[in-house]
């Protein structure tokens, strides 16, 4: 075998090589372009993260077509936000559910951002909206001539511009929070550091995967600023939460251009202005480092810029180390600001005094500047700082107490929304009325305006006083106020949020009813002939009807403002020699001036002269007409026919008819209120005597014991003292078992029907209102039946009169509503027609309003326009809408009612302002209106219904006036609590006040000091 054969048999055989010469092998440049190719990678990464050259383009292009848009519509292309601090504090979280409320309170919108369609994908996948947001908003009021009158500014202490930052101020927050921001690059993203992002990175991946490496931030302070202001709780919760706030914060950088060196600058402004720094006492939530300043530290903002910006002298060097130091701590102190403000006083020092020796030692501040901050200590406020932006103006106040309650919100943060109201106050006019009514506290003013005399006040009582003045303009369909204000440097309105006994005032409230009431019935029988009148059977006390149906058959004149002027012609006797049967018991009545006790005026001359009887007697008639309806199967038409063999089936037709009226009256006036409100509405209405209060309470709390009746009625009644035994005997004598429920009614002098109603809906309050009818069916007939059982023929006349003057009070309660009355209830006695039911400036107002209107009620507007998030892509503006008008009073009526109350002015109680307001051209203008007086007093001792004895509470005068054709308004004067015994000033008191702020009037009555259109 030959030695070649044999080297083939082994495994490692190679053939030698050929002799041949060998071909020569191109080498491969696939690996030095790999190496190109990741050089020039690595050059692009580097600068690319250098420079954010080419991110800025596409970024830029991309966001600005992030676009929204202001539409003179409704919009529904938006979408708010659902979270973040800053979204929330400014309102734009909230404002779908605030601008529905709105619109049940009949708002409109007539301007609404809508988004882009990029916007809409863009916000849908969590990205909060690019815009220049605002370090500093708030509430903004508006006059109606568009002159700001409130301006809450949050932050109240914020850098306005770049330039107004100390240098020191820039360098110690970048080195504390972004040393790479202010880099030279012009496109430089500064989002992102990069460094610190990979180390923040690297150490959430080793958290996953259970390695244990040490934490690190990779927040820069435009994603600070993300997440104080947008994230849930300002808090960054997971990874996707820092991802949305990184994405965010790039696209608004790059929005406004590829440049990023004006947006670098703004975001270390928005920082400083409104980064988050706890709360304090009586200032509330603190943002930004002015702000801060002044609440940790009580330093002034200005005057520590001033210092920083000045030159280091021995004279400001403490000075400007003082708040150096400060303005460092709080830069430190915005990581645990709590902490640092409350119990880590001594651990801020330190680091404080760590940083300060580093910022010198890196040449970023003065040494002089170190060295004084070094040598200062903090010293924190721990006083409890005043609210700021607080006002006395009670019409910026009404419009803020209002706003907030329309929106459901209370005024600290209501101030704080990002809102522009404008108002229909007239802002001047308002100051100089202000200014007028605190002057008349003063001697010389109140002499030369005339308030010193009989009847007025003693140069001692001018301080005591209190005035409220609210002027309302009659504007298209709306009631717009012009002026509210009053002499009391507290919240506490008179014009809106009393009820007081304003005297005859509540005159013009009776003579209205009556007058409405005449209206009402000549409607009803002008179509009949003589003969049909002659046939009308009217209740023998009902004189109201039967004096209509006599004037129709007499006169046989059908024109309503003929029938009017007659019926204001009717004579009342005003003897006070009469005990009236009112409110369950005996009561006398009396006239200002004994002099009137003998005259039988017209009414014309009564409301001339404020004469009381007559119109005590008016609203007996009134009374008399309401508990008959001249209708058959009402109470009255019943008792006249007890032989009547029909008569259980009226019984009971009467009692479903109108037992279930009264149910589901007394259903809508509680189903809204809590259990304890409700309890407070019905005792207020009750007269505040211990038998009724016990009768009411034990049926409405039938498991209390003895010691919560006692509590109780010593809160009802706090002049009073109950020993244990005479709550004791109470608590026997009313129990649920000594009484059925007629019998608790006609004790507490309430309804019996409202009791049931009010025990129900505390029992059921989710009840709806046909079950409760359902269920108030065996009631009904029980609560009228009794009143005709004939062997009680000795008590059923007085009760039968207790419960028709009870119901009767009812149905004039409702006309009063109707014409403005403000309260739930009102006391069903005659009294009322002097003011016993009591009442509120403002609604007299209201009242004078629909006379002036010709009948129609507009509404109260002193809200014009609400702006929200001006400038942001949540821009929502609502106007009021000016449709809600209704009639209430025939034109005849009102017109009537206005020629009576000129006539007040011309000749009766008010004559003294009679020709005070002059025209352009120097004649008189109209005016008319009503005074009133009242004293009001607990009576601590009553006999043969007249009072022996009493305790003052308060003592007002008013008069609810028009001026010319467009203007009504009132001005009372008050003084609370028992000091009021030692005043005897009557209505001259206001008219005198009205005659010597005429002058101030004048400009808007004349037109010549006007409100822009339709403000």
């Keep these: 075998m030959s030695s070649q054969h044999t080297e083939r048999q082994f495994d490692n055989y190679r053939p030698k090589a050929s002799a041949a010469k060998p071909i020569k092998v191109r080498k491969s440049k696939v690996g030095w372009l790999l190496f190109v190719f990741i050089l020039a990678t690595a050059y692009l990464i580097e600068f690319e993260v250098r420079t954010s050259y080419y991110q800025s383009h596409f970024l830029h292009k991309y966001a600005t077509q992030l676009t929204y848009q202001l539409r003179d519509y409704p919009s529904d292309a938006v979408i708010y936000p659902k979270y973040g601090p800053f979204d929330d504090r400014h309102g734009y979280s909230q404002l779908p559910k605030k601008i529905e409320r709105l619109i049940e309170r009949n708002y409109q919108i007539t301007q609404q951002v809508a988004f882009s369609p990029m916007l809409m994908e863009y916000t849908e996948k969590g990205f909060f909206p690019p815009y220049h947001e605002k370090a500093q908003s708030g509430l903004l009021i508006r006059d109606c001539r568009a002159m700001t009158v409130f301006d809450f500014s949050y932050p109240k202490r914020v850098y306005q511009d770049q330039d107004t930052i100390p240098q020191q101020v820039i360098s110690t927050l970048l080195f504390i929070e972004n040393r790479e921001m202010l880099s030279p690059e012009t496109n430089y993203n500064p989002v992102v550091d990069w460094p610190r992002f990979v180390l923040a990175a690297s150490s959430q991946v080793a958290e996953l995967v259970g390695v244990d490496m040490s934490k690190a931030g990779g927040s820069t302070l435009a994603t600070q600023i993300e997440k104080f202001r947008h994230s849930n709780h300002g808090l960054t919760l997971s990874i996707k939460d820092k991802l949305l706030q990184i994405g ?205 005399g009989e009847r007025l006040l003693s140069a001692q009582q001018l301080d005591k006083v209190l005035y409220s003045f609210t002027l309302y303009e009659s504007t298209d369909s709306a009631n717009r106020v012009r002026i509210q204000t009053d002499s009391i440097d507290q919240p506490f309105d008179i014009n809106e949020g009393s009820k007081l006994e304003l005297g005859s005032t509540a005159k013009l409230r009776v003579l209205a009813t009556y007058l409405d009431i005449i209206a009402e019935l000549q409607q009803r029988f002008s179509a009949m002939t003589v003969a049909d009148l002659r046939q009308v059977d009217v209740e023998r006390k009902d004189h109201i009807t039967r004096w209509v149906v006599d004037y129709l058959i007499t006169t046989r004149d059908r024109n309503l403002t003929r029938m009017l002027d007659a019926a204001l012609q009717r004579e009342y006797s005003a003897s006070p020699d009469e005990r009236f049967f009112t409110g369950g018991g005996l009561h006398v009545f009396n006239n200002f001036n004994k002099k009137e006790n003998s005259r039988v005026p017209t009414l014309y001359q009564a409301l001339q002269e404020s004469i009381n009887l007559p119109f005590v007697r008016l609203m007996q008639d009134i009374v008399s007409y309401s508990s008959s309806y001249n209708s058959e199967g009402s109470v009255s038409q019943l008792l006249r026919n007890d032989k009547d063999p029909r008569r259980e089936e009226y019984l009971k037709a009467f009692a479903k008819r109108e037992g279930s009226s009264f149910v589901k009256r007394f259903y809508r006036k509680y189903r809204q209120l809590a259990p304890e409100q409700r309890l407070d509405v019905l005792f207020d209405g009750i007269a505040q005597q211990e038998q009724k209060l016990s009768a009411a309470y034990r049926y409405l709390k039938p498991y209390d014991g003895a010691r919560e009746l006692k509590a109780f009625l010593n809160a009802r009644l706090p002049n009073k003292h109950f020993s244990d035994k005479e709550i004791n005997a109470l608590y026997n004598k009313y129990g649920e078992d000594k009484f059925n429920l007629a019998d608790q009614g006609y004790i507490a002098r309430v309804h019996p029907l409202e009791l049931w109603v009010l025990r129900y809906l505390n029992d059921y309050p989710e009840t709806g209102l046909n079950q409760v009818l359902d269920d108030a069916q065996p009631q009904l007939q029980e609560v009228y039946r009794w009143l005709f059982r004939t062997r009680y023929q000795n008590a059923r006349d007085v009760r039968i009169q207790v419960m028709l003057e009870v119901e009767a009070f009812l149905s004039i309660h409702q006309r009063w509503v109707r014409m403005g009355y403000p309260f739930e209830y009102m006391v069903p006695s005659l009294g009322s027609a002097l003011g016993s039911s009591g009442d509120r400036p403002a609604a007299l107002a209201e009242l004078m309003g629909i006379i002036q209107n010709d009948g129609y009620r507009f509404p109260t507007v002193r809200i014009d326009e609400l702006q929200f998030a001006k400038d942001t892509p949540y821009e929502v503006t609502l106007a009021n809408n000016k449709q809600m008008v209704t009639r209430v009073m025939h034109q005849e009526v009102a017109r009537a009612l206005k020629r009576a109350l000129a006539n007040v002015v011309q000749n009766g109680t008010a004559r003294r302002l009679n020709g005070s307001l002059l025209d352009n051209q120097g004649q008189a203008i109209v005016m008319g209106g009503k005074t009133g007086t009242g004293d009001n007093r607990i009576a601590t001792e009553i006999r043969d219904g007249r009072k022996i004895s009493s305790t003052a509470i308060n003592r007002t005068a008013t008069f609810v006036f028009y001026l010319g054709d467009h203007h009504f308004g009132t001005l009372t004067a008050f003084v609370p609590g028992e000091k009021a015994d030692d005043f005897s000033f009557t209505s001259a008191l206001p008219l005198q006040v009205l005659k010597g702020m005429m002058p101030i009037l004048s400009p808007m009555i004349n037109q010549t000091e006007q409100c822009q259109a339709g403000l």
């Design 248 to 452: 965010s914060a790039i696209v608004r950088v790059y929005q406004q251009g590829e440049s990023t060196i004006n947006a670098r600058q703004r975001i270390v402004q928005d920082y400083l202005n409104t980064v988050p720094l706890s709360s304090a006492p009586g200032f509330g939530e603190v943002h930004g480092i002015g702000d801060g300043l002044w609440a940790w530290f009580k330093t002034d903002f200005a005057q520590a810029n001033q210092l920083l910006l000045s030159r280091h002298t021995p004279q400001n060097g403490a000075q400007r180390g003082k708040v150096f130091r400060e303005i460092v701590a709080l830069m430190i102190a915005q990581r645990r600001p709590s902490y640092y403000l409350l119990q880590g006083h001594d651990d801020l020092e330190s680091l404080v005094d760590s940083y300060l020796r580093l910022l010198g030692r890196d040449g970023l501040i003065e040494t002089k500047l170190m060295v004084s901050a070094l040598e200062s200590s903090l010293t924190f406020n721990t006083t409890k700082l005043a609210v700021t932006n607080q006002t006395n103006n009670k019409g910026v106040n009404a419009v803020r107490i209002r706003t907030a309650g329309m929106l459901d919100l209370n005024l600290y943060d209501l101030d704080r929304y990002d809102l522009a109201i404008n108002s229909t106050f007239h802002g001047d006019l308002q100051q100089k009325v202000s200014d007028y009514l605190r002057s008349l506290a003063h001697v010389n003013s109140a002499e030369r305006i005339g308030l010193l």
